[in-house]
């Protein structure tokens, strides 16, 4: 028959009795060895007390130091040319080809945009280039980190 820990009171009245006989125990009571649940907090008491072992070498701080200084002294650069050059030449067919999808079917296209979004040919003009100047702006100011970077490393 299964007993619902909730529905028979006595047992966590006998828990806490068998706890507090082994917390007594611990500071120098007389031990009762008859009772199993004594002994099961008995051992969960020792365990308690024992202080855990010191897992960190001695010298930790300073191997972290050392690793730290050493991961920012020399940056890690992982960029293999092969792929590089071939992620310059997919931006440039992607280029040419938007390019030319633009060129041929722009006609059909661009007036029922231009109509959406309430642009006449001079405003679209302006908006096309303010994007092209933040694109400029984004790859100007790239290209001078990627520099400043360099000279700071020299």
Known sequence: MNIDRFEDPGIDEREWLAQERAR???RGAAPDAGD?????YRALS???RTPMADGLPADFAAQVARRAQAAHAAPVEVEAPFERDLTHV??????????????MYGKQ????????????SA???????A????VGATWLTGKLRR???TTHAA
């Open 24 to 26: 007594l125990e611990a």
């Open 36 to 40: 199993p649940m004594v002994a099961r």
């Open 46 to 48: 020792q365990a308690l």
């Open 90 to 103: 997919l931006i440039g067919v992607f280029a040419l080809s938007a390019a030319a999808v633009a060129a």
């Open 109 to 120: 296209w661009l007036p029922p945009i231009m109509e959406l979004l309430h642009l006449d």
């Open 123 to 129: 405003s679209a003009m302006n908006w096309a280039l």
């Open 131 to 134: 994007l092209g100047a933040c």
């Open 147 to 149: 520099h400043e970077g």
